[in-house]
Each structure stands twice: as C-alpha cells, then as structure tokens.
C-alpha cells in the first residue's frame, strides 16, 4: 500500500509518500515566505502557483497509479489555504479514482513525531505558529492545557517584527538572546494553560528602554519556563515517562535544552521530532492517513478551521 499525503493548511504547500510500513519514499514542498506576518490570501495563491510543480516533482518519482490513498489536511488552518488544498486533492483524487479522506493537522504532527522517535505512550507538547498544547493520548487524545491566547510561534513572530527581524523570527531570536542577561517580565501559569500575550506586550514595551539581546533572552526563558512548568504537572499527574515535543517551535535548541533537562530530574525520557520534520510536510498527512485507515477512522474531507484534535 502507498499512501499520498497534501499539506495545505498554513505557508507550506507539501506532497509526501509513505508505504505500507511507514516507509518515507517522497517529500515535496514549497514554502511561502512573507516579508511579515502570514497574509491567508497571499498564502493560497502561492499554493495556487506552486502546486502544480510539486505534483510534477512528485511524478517524477513515482507512478501516481501506484497510489492506494489520499490524505489532506482539513485543519485547523487558514480558510484559504484548507479550499485551494482540498480542491487540489479532490481533483487528484477524481484523476486516480483513490479514496480521499480527512486529516487533522494536529494529529499528523503527533504521528510522524511518535513514529520517527519511537516514543510509546507520550505526552506531548505540540507548539507551533497558532498552536500550544499539551497532549495525551486516553483512548483518542486529549488536551490537558493549552494557551489561551496566542501561540508560541506566532508570539515568538511578532515580537521578532516589532524588533525588525525577518520573519520567520526564531532561529534570529535565539542566536541573538545567547547574549543577553536576563530582565524580569511577566510569567502566566494558571493550572494547566498559559497565557503569552502580556510576556509578548511587555518584551516589546521593553524594546525601548533595554537591550535587545536582554530582551530577547528574557523572553525566551519566561516562555520556555512556563512550558516546562505545565509539562512537568502533565508528567506528575498522569505519571508516564515520556515527554515528545513537535511542531515548528522544536528547533528552538534552547527549548530542547529546558525540557530535556526537566525530564532528567523527573526520570523521564525526552524525545525531538527530528528538525526536518517538525515543520509542516506532506509526509505526515501520509503516515497519519496510513494509520487512520488501518484503524478504520476515515473522516470526510472538509474544510474545518478550527478543528481540535480533541473532537475526533
């Protein structure tokens, strides 16, 4: 069995094949790269204009007759983006006659990191541009805490703007905050859920009056403490032994360097999604695909933007 999988919920318009065990046998994609923050529109029709490319790359690969299924990720995401990719899938799907199903975006960045770090029964911190969340799985999964505000990346993002830096704004940040000292800001646990809006509204109040590696240190601490405070209460209160951080955010390596420091005080094991799949890719929408259809979960392709992963 091979099984295609699109990626078309944000800036990255993606193409991945895996086989029957999971195997990776191709990953295409293009990325939009604004000068600023993410414009919806903007991002569809770069999709729009490059999706045709990534299909004839993919073709070179690969018979698409060869193809047993389709997945295409349905959100959560930016409306424009999950219409072009779902018409661009249905179309493909039409063109081979293969069974086109649904896939939460979530979801995938969860399977390809389990699959790939062997990590059995984690939890997971999933943090990306619009997502920070803390999941378990307890028969389907489950969101122990989560931001109730904006997420990690798109703070991280928008404080990077406001200090002129290109987007995206993370791996600058994190060269530039090795050498800052550090200032106090604001630092919002409350129980199991964070809020980064007013470390965010605070760091670039700040950029005025301090340093800017100061700053940008500063923030990064805060964030990546409060983090670790929520994972380390997912661990105790749950008591499992295993910590699996996904999404963009990953490749932040001061943030591996917190948790995997937390966990090592708690006994537990801590586990990367590897850097070249923790972005967006076409490939886990396959894996997630493969895995939904062994386990008979075939959920309609449809556009839902504000899809949790807890309502599957």
Known sequence: MKVLGIESTAHTFGIGVVDERGEILIDEKSVYKPKEGIVPTEAADFHRENSSKIL???????NLEEID???ISTG???PPCLNYGLKFSRKLAERLKKPLIGINHCQAHIEIGKFLTKAQDPIILYVSGGNTQIIYNNKGYKILGETQDIGIGNAIDKLGRTAG?????GPEIEKIAKQGKF????????GMDLNFSGVLSESIRRLKSNKLEDILYSFQEVCFSML???CERALAATDKKELLLVGGVVQNQRLQEVLRRMCKDRGANFYVVPKEYAGDNGVMIALTALINWKEEKRIEPKANPNWRIDSI
């Open 69 to 71: 299924l389709i997945g």
């Open 56 to 62: 004839e790359e993919v073709e070179k690969k690969i």
């Open 165 to 169: 830096i290109k987007f995206p704004a």
């Open 76 to 78: 959560p995401g930016l």
């Open 183 to 190: 200032v106090l800001l604001p630092y919002s646990v409350k």
């Open 228 to 230: 670790a405070e929520v």
